[in-house]
């Protein structure tokens, strides 16, 4: 069974702060995938990284993908309240079918 | 462009209560659906998922059933329903490369 361990479960940091948020996992991933969601929503996906080493870019969201391909890093820069919310990393196996998804990040910026 | 519909948003139900939520997705063919439980602010937890009409394989033994009558039609019941089966209920439709489009959830609470 393919495992993702996200940290921290929690942060509540202030506007204008930077911050990263882990997703680690002793398997290898085909690639890694990023969602945020917001309360009383589903998940929705902001970006798919798939090769080892790869980094994505999303305005103020830097994503990397770790070169074995078994974890990954979100970094925002400047959090503003509107990345409030909880952030979800998903793998997709060898399989490629299906994702498992890690335990998620709730992100609180407070103005 | 492809849609997906999950409804009621939010369910009121007693305990000993049958349950059905319905998912539909508008504009793909045979979709793989899943649907997924999630405790407050934290991680998705695949209950179900279909590769086609009639086919459900079950990630989680549980007091919960899924059908899927028809290509685009993924249902979620149970006969009668538990105290633990309160949660947030989420649809969705995709394949793990690339990605997955989620359903706005429906809000379970069994008192």
């Known amino acids: 069974t393919q495992l993702l361990e996200q940290s921290p479960q929690f942060l509540s940091i202030q506007e204008g702060e930077n911050l990263t948020v882990y997703c680690n996992s002793s398997s290898v991933f085909s690639s890694l995938q990023w969602y945020r969601q917001e309360p009383g929503e589903g998940p929705v996906l902001l970006v798919t990284v798939v090769t080892g080493g790869e980094v994505k870019k999303l305005k103020r969201l830097t994503f990397q993908f770790g070169d074995a391909r078994k974890d990954s890093s979100l970094h925002i820069t400047a959090a503003q309240p509107g990345d409030t919310g909880l952030y979800l990393c998903a793998g997709v196996g060898n399989a490629g079918n299906m994702l498992t998804f890690g335990g998620g990040t709730r992100l609180m910026v407070k103005p | 462009s492809q849609t997906i519909h999950q409804w009621p948003a939010t369910l009121v139900q007693p305990v000993g209560s049958p349950l059905s939520l319905e998912c539909t997705v508008e504009g793909t063919s045979n979709p793989n659906l899943y649907w997924y439980r999630q405790a407050a602010g934290r991680g998705l937890q695949l209950l179900f998922y279909s590769v086609g009409i009639g086919q459900i394989s079950s990630e989680v033994p549980q007091n919960l059933s899924a059908s899927r009558p028809q290509d685009r039609q993924f249902i979620l019941s149970s006969k009668k329903l538990l105290l633990s089966d309160s949660g947030f209920y989420l649809c969705?439709?995709?394949?793990?490369?690339?990605?997955?489009?989620f359903g706005s959830g429906t809000r379970l609470t069994v008192v």
């Open positions: 969705a439709w995709g394949t793990g490369g690339g990605g997955y489009t």
